[in-house]
């Protein structure tokens, strides 16, 4: 089982800095991708942004490409969310996302509320 460590969430203002880490641990023999999706109150969850390990490339939704950024830490099996020039829209509830040459999984989620 794996099992995902979210940190970093809280209360921050428009405009404002927050940086969210997931560290991964358990049973993970190859790492694959790790992301981030978000779910604001009576939306469904979306996509934000994931890194592939292997490739080292990275995703981002249009929504938080030039704001937000992706990063790694290979020998923490740990992935973060630099969350710059936050708005309003981006309050939700992020999850972190681990994907293995098996199955995925789901972090419990942690809260970003960006007040005006």
């Known amino acids: 089982q794996v099992h995902l460590v979210e940190s970093g969430g809280g209360l921050v203002q428009s405009g404002g800095s927050l940086r969210l880490s997931c560290a991964a641990s358990?049973?993970?023999?190859?790492?694959?991708?790790m992301g981030w999706y978000r779910q604001a109150p009576g939306r469904e969850r979306e996509f934000v942004a994931t890194f592939s390990w292997s490739g080292g490339s990275t995703t981002y939704a249009n929504s938080v490409k030039g704001r937000f950024t992706i990063s790694r830490d290979t020998a923490k099996n740990t992935v973060y969310l630099q969350m710059n020039s936050v708005k309003p829209e981006d309050t939700a509830v992020y999850y972190c996302?681990?994907?293995?040459?098996?199955?995925?999984?789901w972090g419990q989620g942690i809260q970003v509320t960006v007040s005006s």
């Open positions: 358990g049973s993970i023999f190859s790492l694959n991708v």
């Open positions: 996302y681990v994907r293995t040459v098996g199955p995925g999984y």
